[in-house]
Structure formats: structure tokens, C-alpha cells
């Protein structure tokens, strides 16, 4: 099966879009793959505004849509960014048999034994970052709608794009939009389930100079819900920006190994 045939969706983390991934989806398609990188509702250039996406599912809505639309017997490498993977463990939850791999790019990694909020709370209760400049509000006065959240500049800088170029910051700086953790609705769902995403076949690459998540929290999450495999690239939280190639490299072995 030549690389032609194999299919890799890339799901941007929150404040992101698809935009993030230019400089990996650009070298994945010469190399041959189909790779899609949807932007998430109320992220890139999807035009709702983010109190319009009340719930971690409407906010998951155009991933779940693409696979949906896959033929059947099509497989994907999903892989998560930051939040985005706790997209790919919902995606991967409707439609286990739709992916041949869940990557989880020093991503957020739920297991099946507690709510999908459980890995966030622990990040924030744990105090795993100190979030500076981020700006952290409710969107509405009754409460109904998540907290919704914008990194600022300085957290940006020092904790998320520390080895990125000063173009890099610029560009991503410009680009990003209001997000939300979407913690008060992700608290109230069921575990995922073992038939669901518990049957996935998962990896974790682990980026060891990253800032945002720190490679503690990341690999108590791996301890937390043991995967097929773990990679590491020496990389900040925007490996996609500061360290392509490495990506690129590790996302091709994992495609040609699981796909």
C-alpha cells in the first residue's frame, strides 16, 4: 500500500485553526498523503462565533462531519494537537473503526475510566501551568455557556512558541481566535468507552521542551492510559511551527506503520 492511499487528519489545539499545521500538511502531500486539516467550529476560518458552539460536541462538529462522509472501509491517522486531543479521542469514540491510529500530539489524552474532563481538571488543578496573560471569561451571565479562553502574548512567547522564529509569533499571534477549555460541558459527559475509543490503537509523541503541557504531565498521562507507542522530538508546544521536519518524520512512520 503506497503512501498515495494513506489519509492523515490533523486536528489543530484550542485559539488554533488548521492554518497551524502549513508547514506539515505542505511536505505530507508531496510525499504523497491525503491530508485533510479541518478548522474546529469557531477556529480558522469557520465563521460561527464561539458562543454559537455551546458544547464540545458542536465545537468537534466539521471533524466528526469529515469522518462521517469517509466510504466505508476508509481508515484515517487522526492526530491531536494540545486540546484537539480530546477531538480526536471523541471522534475516535463515534467512529473507532474509521481510525486506524489516534496521535496525540503533546495532547490532552482522556482514558476510559473518568469523564473527558478528568485530564483537564488535573492539568488545571495540578497547576501544571502558570497561564499569565491568558484571559480566562465567562461568556454569559447565567453561566450556560463555557468559560472562554485567549492566550495573551506573553504566555504565547515564553511558554507555547519559545523555540518558534519571531515570523512564527507574528503569523499565529494574528491568527488566533477565542476559545474554551470546554471543561463544564466535558464534566458531564460519560467516560469514553473500551468498544469506542478504548479500542483505538494510540501513540504519544512527546515534545520534551514543551512549555505549555510539560513533559511531566504528559507522560503521567501515558502512565494514566498506557498506548502502543511513544515518540519524542525535542520541540516547544508549536511543533509544527519550530521543528516540522522532526514531525513530518515521526507522522510518515506512524502512517506507514498503523495505516
Known amino acids: 500500500m503506497g503512501s498515495g492511499s494513506k489519509h492523515i487528519v490533523l486536528v489543530h489545539g484550542a485559539c488554533l485553526g488548521g492554518w497551524s499545521w502549513f508547514k506539515v500538511a505542505t511536505p505530507l502531500r508531496a510525499a504523497g498523503y491525503r491530508v485533510d486539516t479541518p478548522d474546529l467550529a469557531a477556529s480558522g476560518v469557520d465563521p460561527r462565533p464561539l458562543r454559537e458552539v455551546p458544547t464540545f460536541r458542536d465545537y468537534t462538529a466539521p471533524l466528526l462531519d ?4 469517509l466510504p466505508d472501509g476508509d481508515r484515517v491517522v487522526l492526530v491531536g494537537h494540545s486540546l484537539g486531543g480530546v477531538n ?3 471522534a475516535a469514540e463515534m467512529f473507532p473503526d474509521k481510525v486506524a491510529a489516534a496521535v496525540f500530539l503533546c495532547a490532552f489524552m482522556p482514558d476510559c475510566a473518568a469523564p473527558p474532563s478528568h485530564v483537564l481538571e488535573k492539568f488545571v488543578e495540578g497547576k501544571w501551568l502558570d497561564w499569565m496573560d491568558t484571559e480566562l471569561k465567562p461568556q454569559d451571565d447565567e453561566g450556560k455557556l463555557p ?5 495573551g502574548p506573553k504566555i504565547l512567547r515564553e511558554k507555547f512558541f519559545q523555540l518558534c522564529s519571531p515570523e512564527d509569533v507574528t503569523l499565529a499571534s494574528s491568527l488566533m481566535r477565542v476559545s474554551s477549555m470546554f471543561i463544564e460541558d466535558l464534566v458531564v459527559q460519560q467516560p469514553f468507552t473500551k468498544e469506542g475509543y478504548g479500542s483505538v490503537r494510540k501513540v504519544y509523541v512527546v515534545c520534551s521542551e514543551d512549555y505549555a503541557i510539560v513533559e511531566g504531565f504528559q507522560r503521567w498521562m501515558v502512565e494514566n492510559n498506557p498506548v502502543e507507542e511513544v515518540k519524542e522530538i525535542a520541540a516547544d508546544h508549536l511543533v509544527m511551527l519550530s521543528r516540522p521536519k522532526e514531525l513530518v518524520q515521526c507522522l510518515t512512520d506512524i502512517a506507514d506503520k498503523y495505516a
Open 147 to 151: 468559560t472562554s479562553m485567549m492566550f
Open 88 to 90: 480526536v479521542a471523541l
Open 66 to 69: 469529515l469522518l462521517a462522509a
